[in-house]
């Protein structure tokens, strides 16, 4: 999935949620080959603070579902 969004996204900008089977960031991080890359702590901050063109934002279904309840869009 990573390969396809290289044609369309500048930055890569990884997070991690309180979900039992979640990986941690860095641990996502270090399997990522991504030249622009960026970890992310509070990522309801980052993503209601973020000001750039667009945001695709993915992850699992259990990760999605927090964001959507978290996040006022």
Do not use: C, Q, W
């Amino acid at each position: 999935m990573l390969d396809k969004l290289k044609r369309i996204v500048n930055n890569l900008y990884i997070t991690e949620f309180d979900f039992p089977k979640a990986l941690p960031k860095e641990t996502i991080s270090e399997e990522v080959n991504y030249e622009h890359k960026e970890l992310v702590d509070d990522y309801v901050a980052f993503i209601e603070n973020y000001d750039g063109d667009g945001l695709i934002i993915i992850g699992s279904l259990y990760f999605i579902s927090e964001v959507k309840a978290k996040v006022s869009f």
